[in-house]
């Protein structure tokens, strides 16, 4: 094992050349090596034997609270971005457990970032140097450092499940509205700064109220999100992109998803629900069970609403679908898209004495006029503006058929040539990467039998540069379908001019007519400077491969 003492020599005429980079981590698991652990010791140590050596500190990154399977962490890629721009040339860490315990990306820095960056790495306490010949046993501390994070994996994810079994509380922060308990943080007690918050959002839901009349009422009555609570009590330093936008005002815009999550949540009814997600090792969380798969646990703590309008609640959110006064859903329902944002427009009557429907835009209705604009359309002058368009398709395509085909192909073909060519001279560059990457595969074969390079440092390569292949060679497939895509859809004109033809008498519109010809229709606004709006309509046809537009003043 080598130590402070035997770094002579050499690195002392080299003193001067070296800017050395100290890297500190710490996580959770962690605490159980006592104070000898900390981030301030590994500092303290690491400094030290940087000034016995004579090098320069250019600087300092430490990474607090981060496990070691995590590549992602804020001063590790800082530290990688200076070493990108020759700003660094040395980095050392306690031991080689401080740079990582994932031994494939871990051995990829130390094999292969740092030398083709001209950086030496020293771990000090782990004896590995790489600028001399003792690293043998850095691939296999690098297994062994992942290999114990993975049994401690398995026995923090046990531990989670037993006490999740008991109905005890296992977050990091408690649900808002709720505090953890001082003398158990497995329980949960009612927080009475933020419940009546809560405890309002329930008595809306039950009134019928959906998310997004709750969550205008929260913001008219400038209730901060929970987000601005967790910063607020020091437990989180994130904010959202409400807040970033306007720091003054939107700490009071909830989202839709937080207040639907709230109305959802079983732990306002009184009962613990746990084990929600799934998760894999070094993956982490790979996707949302279903409530039937939750740990559900009744009774543990104080409620904020009583388990019989708990249950209103969610049937009342399952029908949230509003049907319209005949009981039949929006004839358009699904077809209609804002240009601007891309959400859907949505039905609702006007307040006025003889109420209107009409289609608005979801994300204004939601946010507001700083988020989008109205994008409104009266119900009646679309349903008349469809019917006619869809008539007039229909007797152009049975005055002269072949007319209409022809010049439905010659548009698209000249719209698309650009596009087409721009594809495929994507298609050839891909396609030429992966002839280099089989050339490298061969030299990186030939290196490793001549001696060259490490069997490791081989393994390490080819994983890379098989991975590159892989990812090309199926976008080079879907550019390719992509472009057949394209090419088919001039054909599809032919296609669409004799299914449009049986409707040149329709005189009623109705929801599988409508989504059997139209793929989409798509509303543009604009307003000018005298506050006239004016409203673009793109009808998407099924297999017609341009739109018909249509425009419309307010």
């Not at 409620?303 to 009981?327: C, H, M, N, W, Y």
């Amino acid at each position: 094992m080598m130590n402070a003492m035997e770094y002579t020599g050499m690195d002392t005429l080299l003193a001067g050349s070296f800017r050395a980079a100290i890297y500190c981590r710490l996580s959770k698991d962690d605490d159980l090596d006592g104070t000898s652990a900390s981030i301030e010791n590994q500092r303290d140590m690491l400094e030290k034997f940087c000034e016995k050596q004579g090098w320069e500190v250019a600087a300092v990154y430490q990474d607090d609270g981060f496990t070691g399977l995590n590549m992602e962490r804020p001063d590790l890629k800082r530290m990688l971005k200076a070493i990108e721009r020759k700003q660094i040339n040395l980095v050392i860490t306690k031991d080689l457990s401080r740079l990582g315990r994932n031994y494939l990306q871990t051995g990829q820095l130390i094999e292969d970032f740092f030398p083709r960056n001209g950086v030496r790495y020293i771990a000090m306490n782990d004896g590995i140097d790489t600028m001399r010949d003792n690293n043998d046993i850095a691939p296999f501390k690098n297994i062994l450092n992942e290999m114990y994070s993975k049994d401690i994996s398995k026995k923090v994810h046990s531990s989670y499940v037993l006490k999740a079994q008991k109905g005890q509380f296992t977050g990091c922060i408690a649900p808002f509205g709720y505090r953890k308990d001082p003398e158990d943080k497995n329980h949960l007690l009612i927080d009475e700064e933020t419940a009546p918050a809560v405890r309002q959002i329930f008595g809306w839901a039950l009134e019928g109220r959906g998310p997004n009349y709750i969550r205008r009422r929260l913001e008219q009555q400038k209730i901060p999100c929970p987000t601005w609570w967790n910063r607020e009590r020091g437990y989180r330093n994130i904010r959202t992109r409400w807040e970033k936008q306007d720091p003054e005002n939107g700490r009071y815009i909830w989202d839709f998803t937080v207040i639907k999550d709230i109305l959802m949540n079983p732990v306002y009814a009184g009962a613990m629900a746990s084990q929600k997600r799934e998760y894999r090792f070094k993956i982490g969380t790979i996707g949302e069970k279903k409530p039937e798969d939750w740990i559900v646990v009744e009774g543990t703590h104080e409620p904020l609403v009583d388990k019989g309008s708990f249950a209103i609640i969610q049937e009342k959110l399952k029908s949230r679908q509003r049907p319209r006064k005949a009981g039949e859903p929006s004839i358009f329902a699904g077809l209609l898209k804002c240009g601007e944002c891309g959400k859907s427009l949505t039905i609702r009557y006007t307040n006025a004495k003889h109420p209107q429907q009409i289609y608005s835009c979801k994300t204004y209705n939601a946010y507001g006029k700083q988020h989008c604009t109205q994008h409104r359309v009266d119900y009646d002058t679309l349903y008349a503006l469809v019917l006619n368009k869809i008539r007039e398709c229909a007797a152009a395509a049975l005055t002269d058929s072949e007319a209409v085909a022809g010049r439905l192909t010659d548009t698209c073909q000249a719209e698309q040539k650009d596009q087409r060519e721009a594809m495929e001279r994507t298609l050839a560059k891909d396609e030429e990467r992966i002839e280099v990457l089989e050339k490298m595969v061969l030299r990186l074969y030939e290196d490793m039998v001549a001696g060259r390079i490490t069997e490791e440092n081989f393994d390490l390569l080819l994983e890379k540069t098989q991975k590159e292949q892989a990812e090309l060679k199926t976008k080079v497939e879907e550019g390719r379908k992509r472009l057949a895509d394209e090419i088919r859809l001039a054909v599809d004109a032919r296609q669409w001019v004799e299914s449009i033809q049986e409707y040149r008498d329709i005189t009623e519109l109705d929801a599988p007519t409508l989504n059997r010809l139209m793929k989409e229709i798509v509303v543009h606004e604009t307003i000018d400077s005298d506050k006239t709006r004016h409203i673009s309509i793109e009808i998407h046809f099924n297999l017609k491969p341009i739109p018909e537009v249509e425009q419309v003043t307010g």
